[in-house]
């Protein structure tokens, strides 16, 4: 198969990996960049989402995410709305747990509006490799369901056989998720043009051999492959909330106006280390994105010092939804929703597009709480 690496190449990708996680300083210094983020204390951010349904005709209905994760990197601390809606309410997926604010309003009300704030506390994360202490159990029942395909990010047939080639040999868990995660940095690229945070159809992906996307396809496709490799692993919806700390400008959003800032992460459950950051699409955003140039090498001085930290780290400048999929919205004439990070809407005249904020209308914008 064409878009396959040679075990040659990736054998290859893998140990300038491990040269890179070797030698970082040089080549952030050559770029005059570094990214390596490391627990420093917690930071307070209150993320608002304004939302104005115009020319809205009959009832109509809004679905909005709220932050439904307590974690070592992030607290949910509380949540409030106020609007015209004649009902409102707070709820959640029966079967992933995701919360959602839920706004009805009657036919004739005059622009139905609402204004959901969250208040969370967020901080970097990193996993210390050299920490050899088995990671405390975890359930099984739980990390069974990390291992399970959804709709689109499926575990069977050529997800299953690209995983096994990728991983055959390979030691232990994180050297399985090392190669996958090489294989997927060096494979996809960043495509501009795809709509939101893309689709995350990983079967159509790889049967077409169209390894482009954004965040939802390329991390999708790095997650399915962890499970099809036995590894549980998990998409994490969320949006950057302020600029990186490293200067990194694809790697941040703009908190007076956080159009299009939507992006997922991802996780991996490792036996020692417990659940541990990853982030390969943001690599490839680096890679695509963050020069004027499209850096096609990901040993390049910019890429390099990004493409190492996100093997086990994450900036905290980001806030997390849920890691839900296959999500049922109250109310909803539309099916199952693959993810939900975004404004959903629904008036007589059908479904608002969540991708275009300008007509739906909704606008969302942060605000760090200095203690």
Known sequence: MPYLMSR??????????????????????EAARRFDPKPQGWRTFEVTTTVQLRDAKGEAILWLPVPSLDTPWQRTLDSSWSGNSSDVRLAADGDTGARVLVARFDAGTPLPTVVLTNRVQTQNRAVDWNERAIAPAADPADLRRWTAPSELITT??????????????ARDDREKVQRIYDWVVVSTYREPKVRGCGVGDIKTMLETQNL????????ALFVGLCRAAGVPARDIYG???VPSAFGYRELGGNPANLKGAQHCRAEVYLKVHGWVAMDPADVTKVMRQETAEW??????????????ALFGSWEGNWMAYNSASDVSLPGAKQGKLGFFMYPQGQTSAGARDPYDPDAFTYQITAREVLS
């Open 8 to 29: 040659r190449d990736l054998v290859k990708a893998t140990s300038a990996s491990l040269m890179l996680a070797g030698l970082p300083s040089v080549r952030a210094q």
């Open 156 to 169: 069977d047939g050529i997800v299953r056989k690209v995983a096994a080639q990728i991983v055959a040999g």
């Open 212 to 219: 482009s996307g954004k965040c939802a396809d390329i991390n």
């Open 239 to 241: 949006i950057r909330l």
């Open 295 to 308: 850096i096609k090498d990901a040993g390049h001085p910019v890429v390099a010092p990004v493409r190492k």
